[in-house]
């Protein structure tokens, strides 16, 4: 069977698995989470009793959260594309670095913004929470800005770390703090990955258009029926 990613709706982390598993080219399925009622349920928490999105089941039914552990799944099966590199490698190192500042700094200086935007919070604690969030995210984007040393891609050559990094960097459009254009590497990154074909397709995935995959993508499947395979695994 081929491997179902579970992707949260709107705009979630998740973007960066799809693009992912577009450039890697084996078959796939993807199931749409509605966040945050589908993805609180029961039905979704017997995938991720966390949660949140996105969960892989691989094609022999194990299930797998967390965006750093899928993408390193998928990058142990993406070595020969250059997408990652083998273990105990320098490339390897690299990877799982950048992988974690993404994972960590970068995703994690959203979360005051976040929070604001989704308890509704107002006045002096909502100010304080978009002040605490902007600078922390303008020090993201300043330290991802000297990580990335004027290259291309964040480690030279495009990596499974870029397609985290643009379902992430998107989030401004959500959280007006920081220019990109401050960050001229960063934003040079950013159009070039907005034109590649798998962003363009996991856009398009995410607002329910019709989308054509340069990958190998099967179509949609509905949470009961992945669920029902799970059962029949079990």
Known sequence: MEPILFYGVPSGCSFGSIVAL????????????????????????????VGETPTLMTADDRLISES??????????????????????????RLNQMLAFLNTSFFNAFSPLWYALEHGIEGAEREVLRAYGAAKVAKAHADLEAMLGGRDWLLGDRTLADAYFIGIARWTKYHDVVDRRDYPGLQRLFERLEADPAVRFAHAVERGEPARSTGRFLGEIGLDEALGRLKLAA
């Open 68 to 93: 750093m552990a899928i993408l390193n799944h998928l990058g142990a099966r993406g070595i020969d594309q250059r997408l990652a590199f083998p273990q105990s490698t320098h490339g390897f190192d």
């Open 22 to 49: 577009e450039w890697l080219g084996e078959p796939y399925r993807l199931c749409r989470i509605e966040m945050p009622a589908v993805v609180q349920g029961e039905a979704y928490r017997r995938l991720n009793p």
